[in-house]
């Protein structure tokens, strides 16, 4: 059930952002010239992604690991469980963990367009002190931790599979 309402939570914080880069983008004032655009779409696009962030990532991660555990759990199951509910219990974990897999992706989606968000910001700066700069560094650095999160639980999540192929564990001799 946690697995759940962590996820709708995050599609919330998704719908969110979406809907707030879009509002943030339609109600700016337009500009003109040279790169207009991007003045207008840097923080549009950094407000609608400012959800996607590695602490973010690592709490899908942390739901991905209970998932893991409740596949391991009942694959596991002593003989005198009912096989329906073994297979039901380790089939909604593994469609959960493909739900958290999902999630992770949107997350480094997010993660990348805040980062090109503030890309389009900052290059329109006349300002090219560190301070501008060493905020991309920061950006950078968080889409690699994201990317890192995104592909270990990805792996985690395929690994999932061969655990337990569907059929209930056989009652031992």
Known sequence: MAAVVILVAVGLLVLGGLATGIAAAAGAPEAFGPGAGAVTAGP???LGAVWAEPLLAIVLFG???????????????????????????IR???????????????????????????????????NVSSLIWSRDIYEAASVLAVATIVIGGIWAATQLGPRFAGEPPQAAD
């Open 63 to 89: 739901v991905l690991g209970a998932c893991w555990w409740h596949v391991d759990a009942w694959s596991g199951a002593v003989s005198d469980a009912d096989p329906k509910e073994v297979t039901g219990h």
């Open 92 to 126: 909604r974990g593994r469609q959960i963990a493909r739900w958290v897999s999902v999630a992770l992706v949107l997350t480094l989606a997010g993660s990348v367009a805040l980062f090109a968000g503030l890309l389009l910001t900052n290059s329109h700066s006349d």
């Open 44 to 46: 549009s696009i950094q």
